[in-house]
């Protein structure tokens, strides 16, 4: 008969996801030799190598694999319960794990800095990242909401519009373009284009809208590098507007006129088809009726 703790899982489940025994007793605040007995005994009590260690690199085995999903399942149903008892003894706490895209880091921080104000006994764990990263987050039960541009449509996922986000043309301030009253996409079709990694909401966007057909291979990861490329006189970026309001106000970069630019495009507040923990449920709504 195979058995184990909650004290096992937990650890299990924090070395496989941070690859490390020592971040791993960090986060749980135990020592590392405690973790690494924890994994030890689960090991020799379900009687199979769970992780395989090569020098610093960790990673699970084959049944390992299996445990590790069922220890998120444990784990997340028991931090929803705990949540739970929490919120129902004191509404006004409870912790929130958000993850959103880059995109909407113009505007977030500022949202969930009025969201504490208005309910300083929460706690929230905020990740920014790309599109690919918050779907696996999504798959996974790893966050409670996700921030983001184009949901997927192939996944059971509730999602709400909450805020436009108008994707422009970005050039520096010298671009010849910039005298035409009006560019056409052909005549995009002939400039150095600074596009986003495949799989990006920004460029799956801007592809099924424009037909438009990214013609170099400069593929940056980030909006902040994006916009540094375009002042630098790169080429011809796509960002959201709302992330480049100082920036043009400023003139170090101008808005390029172009057909079928803007874009509008909403934001969209993403959650599994679970129940929300009352604060979660509380951010998404104070985050709905701040747009």
Known sequence: MINYTLKQLYSFE???????????????????????MQIQQLQKNIGSYLVNIKGKSIHPTFIGKKL??????????????????????????????????????????????????????????????NRKLLLEKLNNNETDLVVMGEPPSDMPLITQPFMENPLIAIVHPKHPLLANNHNTIK??????????????GTRITIERITG??????????SNEVTIKAVQAGLGIGFVSKHTVK????????KQLNVEKFPITRHWHVVHNNNKLSPIAKRFKAFIIASS
């Open 212 to 221: 438009m057909q990214f013609n170099s291979n400069i593929e940056i990861n």
């Open 14 to 36: 924090a070395v496989i996801r941070l690859s490390s025994f020592t971040k791993a007793s960090k986060e749980l605040n135990i020592t590392q030799p405690a973790v690494y």
């Open 246 to 253: 100082l920036e043009l106000q400023s003139g170090i970069i």
């Open 68 to 129: 590790y999903q069922t220890c998120l399942e444990v784990i997340n149903k028991l931090e929803q319960t705990k949540s739970d008892i929490e919120q129902t003894l004191d509404p006004d706490s409870g912790h929130l794990q958000i993850a959103v895209a880059t995109t909407t880091n113009s505007f977030i921080s500022r949202v969930l800095a009025k969201f504490k104000r208005q309910y300083p006994k929460m706690t929230f764990h905020l990740e920014v990242t």
């Open 187 to 200: 005549t995009l079709m002939h400039e150095t284009l600074i596009t986003r990694e495949q799989g990006s």
